[in-house]
């Protein structure tokens, strides 16, 4: 039986009976969600169960895989992305996405990934290009270290600094939200504590949807966590509460380490 | 702990192979050295701008290397441009139906098809059809068709070698298919499929067969003056000089393969340079 969620004002997402296929495998069963507009919704789960569909679907990524589909309805902004005549590539400038592994453009400079969106579709305009590039730099906490080097290939920092400008890559096209798919899972400590600050200071403006395995790091950047299982969204509450005092057996199991 | 006696069968193994890759080798050295002996004193910069003659001594490669040139540059032109453009359809576009895997199992053959065939196909569709004669560009058109599919395959493999997630960073920035493959795909690929272009090009370069069978001329006192006009080239300048009887005329022959091995060469290094170039970045 699908979650059912009281509706809520003003959401960013609002999802109801979505279900995705990979060929003839049903992996989403009806997700029923409505994630909030602003702060961070981390997503958790067994490998396997989902997440990275789910978000997928949230900026029509999932379709670009052949033989994928979905049914089901994703409002943005009062209309369902999946209607034919929504854009994907437009909706996708709304709804930015960083990858797990890091994915700056090898043959780019620093400045060029920065303003790659914009140059891959056309929409540079040249004059302000140095103030976007220094605005989404900042914003991604990387600008001090790059500053002097913004002519270098992007390939050529550590991977720590590489999500940070992919980070800095999806800003630059001023998205609504950030959707991030394990985004430290390929880093070390140090680099992952520094992309949790980053996120805790873009959750004041952007929507941010957060997959990860951590359950630490969901507990600590997120202000509301969905625990999914086999392709259901089996509880979704505040960060506090799944952790603290979860409703669902399944959720308590797998936030108690029983499974998963 | 005790020796067990395979690492003597492992040392034989290793010395049989390097046996099988030596004697090519020094079968090769032996060839060349043949060939500057004999050549290396007739080349002279009169032998590389001088008409052919009747007489050895008086005669040179000018029209056969200018033709060369020509002809390279013409085949490179509707090749190159041709396979990149296929070998993009065929890996970005092409999806997985039976019509494309039908494609590449015809091209894979191609690029084994002997090339007195492509001759013989060129002297019915160029110089008879078309009508464009015993022309450079009949030549060009005919080598073109012989290289496609060696830079097709190529390409491809240079473009399958773009990581998938680069493309997926592109559509997540709300780039379409195109814009992703023009702006970050294709530069990616570009060393891979300029370096696979080259060498199909050299391969061009030294083709002999194709071009008799579509009727080169093998005695030519005149330069090329246009894509219309007819031609000789470096090889058939070379077969005619060795299938003379007289000995002066087979030194000729080993100089103008001098000349030949020497462009391959060029274009061989150039295309080991950019794999260079470009190999440190990605
Ligand atoms: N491209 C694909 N083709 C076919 N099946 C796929 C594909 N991608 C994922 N799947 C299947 O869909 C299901 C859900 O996968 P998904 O990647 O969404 O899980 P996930 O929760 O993100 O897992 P993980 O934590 O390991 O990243 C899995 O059973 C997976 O095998
Ligand atoms: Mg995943």
Not at chain 2, 154 to 183: D, F, M
Not at chain 2, 237 to 261: C, D, H, K, T, Y
Request: with cysteine.
């Amino acid at each position: 039986m699908p979650l059912r969620q009281s509706p809520i004002d003003n959401p960013q997402f609002s999802v109801s009976g979505l279900k995705a296929w990979y060929g003839k495998t049903l992996v989403l069963k009806g997700i029923e969600m409505q994630i909030p507009t602003g702060g961070v919704t981390a997503i958790i789960g067994p490998s396997g169960c989902g997440k990275s569909t789910f978000i997928r679907c949230l900026n029509r990524m999932h379709e670009i895989v052949p033989g994928a589909r979905v049914e089901g309805s994703i409002v943005l902004e009062g209309q369902d992305i999946n209607h034919p005549n929504v854009d994907p590539a437009r909706l996708r400038r709304k709804v930015g996405m960083v990858f797990q592994k890091p994915n700056p453009f090898p043959t780019m400079t620093i400045r060029e990934n920065v303003l790659a969106g914009l140059r891959l579709t056309k929409t540079s305009s040249k004059s302000n290009d140095a103030q976007i590039v220094e605005r989404a730099l900042r914003q991604a906490a990387l600008w001090d270290e790059v500053k002097d080097e913004l002519n270098k290939l992007g390939s050529g920092l550590s991977g720590g600094q590489q999500q940070r400008l992919c980070i800095a890559r999806a800003l630059a096209v001023d998205p609504d939200v950030i959707l991030m798919d394990e985004p430290c899972s390929a880093l070390d400590p140090i680099a992952t504590a520094r992309i949790e600050d980053l996120i805790h200071s873009l959750r004041e403006n952007y929507t941010i949807v957060i997959v990860t395995h951590n359950m630490q790091q969901a507990a600590r950047v997120s202000d509301r966590t969905a625990f999914f299982l086999m392709g259901e969204l089996i509880e979704f509450n505040d960060t506090d509460s799944i952790f603290t005092k979860p409703t669902k057996q399944q959720t308590d199991e797998y936030i108690t380490g029983k499974f998963g | 702990m005790y020796r067990t006696g395979v690492e003597k069968w492992e040392k034989a193994f290793i010395g049989l192979c390097l046996f099988a890759v030596l004697v090519p080798l020094a079968m090769l050295f032996v060839l060349l050295a043949d060939v500057v002996m004999d050549g290396a004193g007739r080349l002279t910069w009169s032998f590389l701008t001088s008409l052919p003659s009747r007489k050895a001594e008086l005669a040179g490669i000018k029209p056969a290397l200018v033709g060369s040139i020509y002809l390279i540059g013409l085949t490179g032109a509707f090749a190159v441009p041709v396979g990149i453009g296929a070998a993009i359809y065929l890996e970005e576009y092409g999806g997985d139906n039976w019509l494309t895997r039908l494609i590449e199992v015809n091209i894979a053959n191609l690029a084994g098809v002997p090339s007195i065939i492509y001759g013989l196909l060129g002297l019915e569709i160029f110089v008879r059809f078309a009508n464009f004669g015993q022309s450079l560009m009949s030549g060009a058109l005919t080598l073109a068709l012989l290289i496609l599919p060696i830079i097709i395959v190529a390409s491809r493999e240079a473009l399958a070698t773009v990581p998938n997630g680069l493309r997926e960073g592109c559509y997540a920035l709300g780039s379409t298919k195109w814009q992703a493959i023009r702006q970050v795909v294709v530069p990616m690929a570009l060393p891979g499929m300029l370096t696979g272009s080259i060498l199909a090009i050299s391969r061009a370069i030294g083709e002999t067969a194709p071009l008799i069978a579509i009727g080169a001329l093998t005695y030519v006192t005149f330069l090329p003056d246009g894509p219309m006009s007819p031609f000789t080239a470096l090889p058939i300048q070379i077969f005619n000089w060795v299938s003379r009887p007289q000995p002066e005329f087979v030194i000729n022959a080993a100089a103008g393969i001098m000349v030949l091995m020497a462009i391959l060469l060029m274009f061989n290094a150039l295309a080991i340079y950019l794999r260079q170039k470009y190999q440190r970045r990605s």
